[in-house]
T-cell receptor, first 113, second 116 residues
Framework: DQQVKQNSPSLSVQEGRISILNCDYT??????FLWYKKYPAEGPTFLIS?????DKNEDGRFTVFLNKSAKHLSLHIVPSQPGDSAVYFC????????????FGPGTRLSVLP | DVKVTQSSRYLVKRTGEKVFLECVQDMDHENMFWYRQDPGLGLRLIYFSYDVKMKEKGDIPEGYSVSREKKERFSLILESASTNQTSMYLC???????????????FGSGTQLSVL
């Protein structure tokens, strides 16, 4: 049973609009959450993180929201750009050790010009 | 910039063959990891190593072994490849396992292994 779920395998958004990528988890002990971004033929790269002491973290056009009671987090990209087209993975862990993160299956975002 | 290099982008092997996947990092990182990525599933940790000659099992170690004889190199070994090991394999490294370590995973570009 997957502990981290990204129920939308793909998402298409018009350039300039908001992209919202969702992630749900089942383990209430998870306290650290990451988003990684992956372009074709490249490895995933770290994008943004949040820990359970916060409900929002912002970095430029990227904002991650955490609703711990709902076991749900979301990544907002505003405004979306064609260069944001990639696969986005969310990951969760009880601590912040690299080997303990559980990754979701990913959502492929396509930003249309 | 940290560079994590995986020796092959694509690999085709036959059932029963012994397969070596090589990974090299150039930033003197302590920790190295092997993941596999399958459609509909997340990245799943196979093995990781926090020092030379040290290794720990991840979530799905069955059918795999690893070798870390030098700090910069971490090899994944499939002793007898099977068709269910057809997958994308990703290597990663990180400097430390302390605070915010999850943010500091640097991944290679992956090896797509097909076992026929």
């Amino acid at each position: 049973d997957q502990q981290v779920k990204q129920n939308s395998p793909s998402l298409s958004v018009q350039e300039g609009r908001i992209s919202i990528l969702n992630c749900d988890y089942t383990n209430s002990m998870f306290d650290y959450f990451l988003w990684y971004k992956k372009y074709p033929a490249e490895g995933p790269t770290f994008l943004i993180s949040i820990s359970s002491i916060k409900d929002k973290n912002e970095d430029g056009r990227f904002t991650v929201f955490l609703n711990k009671s709902a076991k749900h987090l979301s990544l907002h990209i505003v405004p979306s750009q064609p260069g944001d087209s990639a696969v986005y993975f969310c990951a969760a862990s009880e601590n912040n050790y690299g080997q303990n993160f559980v990754f979701g299956p990913g959502t492929r975002l396509s930003v249309l010009p | 910039d940290v560079k994590v290099t995986q020796s092959s982008r694509y690999l085709v092997k036959r059932t029963g063959e012994k397969v070596f996947l090589e990974c090299v990092q150039d930033m003197d990182h302590e920790n190295m990891f092997w993941y596999r990525q399958d459609p509909g599933l997340g990245l799943r940790l196979i093995y990781f190593s926090y020092d030379v000659k040290m290794k720990e099992k991840g979530d799905i170690p069955e059918g795999y072994s690893v070798s870390r004889e030098k700090k910069e190199r971490f090899s994944l070994i499939l002793e007898s490849a099977s068709t269910n090991q057809t997958s994308m394999y990703l290597c990663a490294s990180s400097l430390d396992s302390g605070q915010a370590a999850g943010e500091k995973l640097f991944f290679g570009s992956g090896t797509q292994l097909s076992v026929l």
